[in-house]
């Protein structure tokens, strides 16, 4: 059974950097696609990012375009998430996720068969 584990989180001031982790087990074959969603406090799950498979296409919520960046490495179904000059509203945790089903917009997380259990990024003003 396929798992994923994030690690990376952390507390930080505004402006500064975290990269955060997923490491991939129980694959037998390279997931099609992976990525990386956030729950704040009081509100709905969130898509953050994105990548596909030969790591060409990359999908970014507009809050964090320009600041985070999303990347992968397939031969161990891993990913990882950049996050540079971070604000207070990034604060949230943040899961992984994998085996995109096919169809529907990527930010759409019920497209998403496998879960990480999340972990917390802070960011304090």
């Known amino acids: 059974q396929a798992r994923l584990e994030e690690s990376g989180g952390g507390s930080v001031q505004a402006g500064g950097s975290l990269r955060l982790s997923c490491a991939g087990s129980?694959?037998?074959?390279?997931?099609?696609?992976m990525g990386w969603f956030r729950q704040a406090p009081g509100k709905e799950r969130e898509g953050v990012a994105a990548?596909?498979?030969?790591?060409?296409?990359?999908y970014y919520s507009d809050s964090v375009k320009g600041r985070f960046s999303i990347s992968r490495d397939n031969a161990e179904n891993n990913v990882f998430l950049q996050m540079n000059g971070l604000k207070p509203e990034d604060t949230g945790v943040y899961f992984c996720?994998?085996?995109?089903?096919?169809?529907?917009?990527?930010?759409?997380?019920?497209?998403?068969?496998?879960w990480g259990k999340g972990t917390q990024v802070t960011v304090s003003p």
């Open positions: 996720v994998a085996d995109r089903l096919v169809g529907g917009s990527w930010y759409n997380s019920q497209r998403w068969l496998t």
């Open positions: 990548v596909w498979r030969d790591s060409s296409t990359t």
């Open positions: 129980g694959y037998t074959s390279t997931s099609n696609s």
